[in-house]
């Protein structure tokens, strides 16, 4: 039963790292420097670096956006969490990753 628990925490960590990958695959193409024109008034003009713009619309464009990009980050624990109980569950069941062989 440990083996089920183990690989399905592998697996639900590896799906939730995805996010987190597309995260660093953003970040290593931006734009340094921007000017920045978005709906916050007193910044229009101002020189800033890429990352801190899309921030800026996320948090005043985006209902709710910054609260979706802390959840980004849970998501990997969430996933590790969810493949360990359904380890658990499955394996009180009787499912077993190794079966000996019938007589």
Partial sequence: MRALVLLLMALGL????LPM????????????????????????GVEMS???????????EVR?????DWWAS??????????????VVLGNKGFRLTREPMA
Avoid at 64 to 68: D, Q
Avoid at 74 to 87: H, I, K, S
């Fill in 74 to 87: 849970v998501l990997p624990l969430v996933g590790a969490g969810l493949g360990a109980l359904l380890g």
């Fill in 14 to 17: 590896t799906v939730g790292l």
């Fill in 64 to 68: 709710a956006g910054l609260v979706f």
């Fill in 50 to 60: 890429r990352a801190y713009e899309t921030t800026m619309d996320i948090s005043f």
């Fill in 21 to 44: 990958l597309s995260d660093l695959i953003q970040e290593t193409f931006f734009a340094p420097e921007v000017e920045y024109n978005g709906v916050y008034e007193p910044l229009p």
